[in-house]
């Protein structure tokens, strides 16, 4: 679909912005784009921008998709901006699948991703040396004599073009071009000549790039003059800091700092490209104007007055001398190194506890329990507690969003035992309905790496407290549950969508088959010890000597231990009892080693036993039972006549 502004939006997920630039939309976002838009529509525009400013597509191009995407008279524009200033507020990242690549025309390759600069939010003084640069000398210093420059003495309506050399001149003869009371700016690249128009089209050197910090309008209007000072100090500090190739820094004569950037690009392409680098390097400086993208862009002139305010000249050519030596730091995905000393000082919360004294919103957890012992009920009635805020196995909880990804059982099953739960609960359904999502999977499973990522887009902006996976096996693909490399690779799937979403993951795991109690409890989970290695929480249930009862072994990384205790269930819930941990149900073979004369003697009833049979009497495996039969048949002892063994 297209719009008057000249963006599509294709169904085969490209998209044009108004500078010819391409996008290559990730499936996910153009499979949305392809349907329509969903109610209401600010939510719509909301969400979208957040997953596109994430991916780094441009604004413009955002804008126009998404404004052709809802075209809706009553839905004005400046909502849609206000929605994409929001969304890079919150500072998205890519996908980890399907990424979508801006193409800039003619280019096939993409951009490197750049690690955003982290200020330190420190003050600097503003320095008064180079307060009384004339507008002609900063011209004279930042242009070559022979480059025209427009200067504009009222914004949009008187726009003069000169060369840098007459500017310098005719500033000589006297003030009467320097105060204005709006101002006055200047292009911040040469035009091709002095009958050029200050359009991007008609930029002679793309040689700088204007990165502006500012305080916003709203905030400014009712500032005193020293927190306007304070806050061009912070602007100041963090641009020094910045290692940006700056040719110049300047006050714009109110509560916003300039820098003249070092590009040196050798066409508009290039331009954009560098730009695009700074921009993403600048990304998380506080007040950054993010409009100020275009070659012909207007800046204050440094020298000249705003009603009586100097738009005064701080700095000359700070940081490298040009954009050959400034490296921008690449982003390889790790974090920083950082020193204890600032991991002192930083105000770190601990992590808001979901369940008291047992798990933290962020944190992973496995509950372990062998097949048909009801795990799917424990996490469903844990998944109620945090949304309803009701006591789980009489642990405080901490009420927030859950998500349930079902994968294994039918819709109508998993509502019915919600509702059979949260009735034996005491809860009524306007306690935790709209808390409590599900996510039914049943016949759409498949590996972890595949599935995923595809949730950790859907819960993006969704604040979810926890995300329950049940059962993990179902995520297993082509992974062996004994390699230890396979389960470490599902178990860092399960890390990211915590990391990711910031919700605690809560996944079941089923014990190995045979006899549980002469396992230590961390041992007793099916498959490799990387599930008893990796969760934060791990929650391992095994069978009481009581029916229907549960010892429940704890194992905490981020909490004092807590002692063994019995759960029972009772009218659809589990629910803490007095019975004793220490008596785990014993099943299996029996501890006493059968000797070839107590087989022999059970076989001498003449009606001859199958190997299955003599397992059974014996309490033994079918493996053991052949095993020991065949070799009194070796011995000559017994023989086998069709299925049926006799002495």
């Given at each position: ?7 599509i ?6 998209g044009v ?5 391409t996008v290559s939309?990730p ?7 392809a349907?329509p838009?969903?109610?209401?529509r ?5 969400d ?13 191009v ?5 404004r052709?995407?809802?075209?809706d008279?009553d ?5 849609l901006?206000?929605?994409i ?5 919150k ?5 980890t ?9 003619g280019?096939?390759t993409e ?9 330190s ?5 503003l320095p008064t040396?180079l307060a009384?640069?004339t507008p002609g ?5 930042v ?23 007459d500017?310098s001149?005719l ?7 320097s ?7 200047f ?14 089209t ?6 700088y790039c204007l ?7 709203p ?6 003059a ?5 806050a061009?100090?912070?602007f100041?500090?963090?641009?020094h ?12 004569g109110d509560?916003s700092v ?9 066409g ?17 400086m ?5 409009g ?8 204050r002139?440094p020298g000249a ?5 100097c738009?005064?000249l701080?700095?000359?050519?700070v ?8 490296q921008p ?8 190194i950082?020193t ?5 000082r ?8 979901l369940i008291?004294?047992l ?7 496995v509950?372990?329990?062998?097949s048909k ?16 805020g009701?006591?789980?196995?009489g ?9 349930f990804?079902?994968?294994?059982i ?10 059979k ?18 996510l039914n999977?049943r ?10 990522p ?11 407290a ?10 297993l ?9 396979d ?11 915590a990391?990711?979403?910031?919700a605690a ?10 006899n549980?109690?002469a396992?230590?409890?961390i041992?007793?989970?099916?498959g490799s ?9 791990i929650f ?11 010892v429940i ?10 002692n063994p205790?019995?759960v029972?269930w009772n009218?659809?819930?589990?629910e803490?009892?007095?019975l004793d941990p220490?008596k785990?149900?014993?099943i299996?073979?029996r501890?006493q ?5 107590q ?7 003449g009606q001859g036993?199958?190997?299955a049979?003599?397992?059974?009497k014996?309490?033994?495996?079918d493996d053991?039972?052949?095993?020991r039969?065949k ?8 023989q ?6 006799y002495?």
């Amino acid at each position: 679909m297209a719009d008057r502004r000249g963006a599509i939006a294709a169904p085969n997920g490209a998209g044009v912005g108004r500078s010819g630039g391409t996008v290559s939309f990730p499936p996910y976002i153009a499979k949305k784009l392809a349907e329509p838009p969903p109610s209401p529509r600010h939510d719509a525009w909301r969400d979208m921008a957040y997953s596109m400013v994430g991916e780094r597509i441009p604004d413009d191009v955002i804008f126009d998709t998404l404004r052709a995407w809802i075209p809706d008279r009553d839905k004005p524009g400046s909502e849609l901006r206000a929605a994409i200033k929001s969304a890079h507020h919150k500072n998205p990242q890519p996908s980890t699948t399907n990424v979508g690549v801006y193409r800039a025309p003619g280019r096939q390759t993409e951009q490197p991703k750049v690690k955003p600069f982290q200020s330190s939010g420190t003050r600097m003084a503003l320095p008064t040396n180079l307060a009384k640069t004339t507008p002609g000398e900063f011209l004279s210093q930042v242009f070559h004599p022979d480059d025209y420059v427009c200067v504009a003495f009222q914004l949009n309506q008187t726009d003069v073009v000169h060369t840098a050399r007459d500017w310098s001149l005719l500033y000589e003869q006297g003030p009467s071009l320097s105060s204005r009371p709006d101002g006055v700016w200047f292009t911040t690249n040469p035009l091709l000549d002095h009958e050029s128009q200050r359009k991007d089209t008609e930029v002679a050197d793309f040689r700088y790039c204007l990165v502006e910090l500012e305080v916003p309008k709203p905030e400014r209007a009712n500032m005193s003059a020293d927190l306007k000072r304070e806050a061009c100090e912070r602007f100041y500090a963090t641009l020094h800091e910045s290692g940006l190739p700056i040719a110049a820094i300047y006050l714009s004569g109110d509560a916003s700092v300039h820098a003249l950037v070092n590009i040196g690009a050798s066409g508009v392409e290039q331009w954009k490209e560098r730009v695009a680098l700074v921009y993403q390097y600048c990304g998380s400086m506080p007040g950054l104007d993010k409009g100020n993208k275009n070659p012909s862009r207007l800046s204050r002139l440094p020298g000249a007055f705003r009603d009586g305010a100097c738009q005064s000249l701080l700095s000359w050519n700070v940081g490298p001398a040009s954009w050959d030596e400034w490296q921008p730091p690449i982003d390889d995905g790790l974090p920083k190194i950082e020193t204890f000393g600032e991991m002192n000082r930083e105000a770190i919360a601990e992590p808001e506890q979901l369940i008291k004294n047992l798990l933290h919103k962020g944190s992973k957890m496995v509950i372990g329990g062998s097949s048909k012992m009801r795990k799917t009920w424990l996490v469903t009635d844990l998944g109620i507690s945090i949304a309803s805020g009701a006591p789980w196995l009489g642990f405080e909880a901490t009420q927030g969003k859950v998500l349930f990804a079902n994968l294994e059982i039918q819709k109508y099953f998993i509502r019915d035992r919600a509702q059979k739960i949260a009735t034996a609960k005491g809860l009524r359904l306007a306690d935790f309905e709209e808390n409590l999502h599900f996510l039914n999977l049943r016949g759409f499973c498949g590996d972890a790496a595949k599935i995923l990522p595809i949730i950790t887009e859907r819960v993006r902006t969704k604040e979810y407290a926890a995300i329950i996976l049940d059962p993990t096996y179902k995520l297993l693909g082509n992974r062996d549950e004994n390699k230890a490399g396979d389960i470490t690779g599902l178990l860092n799937e399960f890390e990211k969508l915590a990391v990711e979403s910031g919700a605690a993951t809560v996944c079941t795991a089923h014990f190995s088959k045979g006899n549980q109690s002469a396992r230590d409890a961390i041992d007793r989970i099916s498959g490799s010890g990387v599930f008893a290695r990796d969760p934060d929480t791990i929650f391992i249930t095994t069978a009481h000597q009581e029916p229907d009862a549960l010892v429940i072994d704890s194992i905490l990384r981020n909490f004092p231990p807590i002692n063994p205790f019995v759960v029972r269930w009772n009218n659809w819930l589990f629910e803490k009892c007095d019975l004793d941990p220490a008596k785990l149900k014993s099943i299996g073979r029996r501890p006493q080693e059968f000797s070839d004369a107590q087989i022999l003697e059970l076989l001498e009833s003449g009606q001859g036993l199958t190997t299955a049979e003599v397992a059974e009497k014996l309490n033994m495996s079918d493996d053991t039972a052949g095993r020991r039969l065949k070799k009194l048949a070796d011995a000559g002892l017994v023989q086998k006549t069709g299925k049926r063994w006799y002495p």
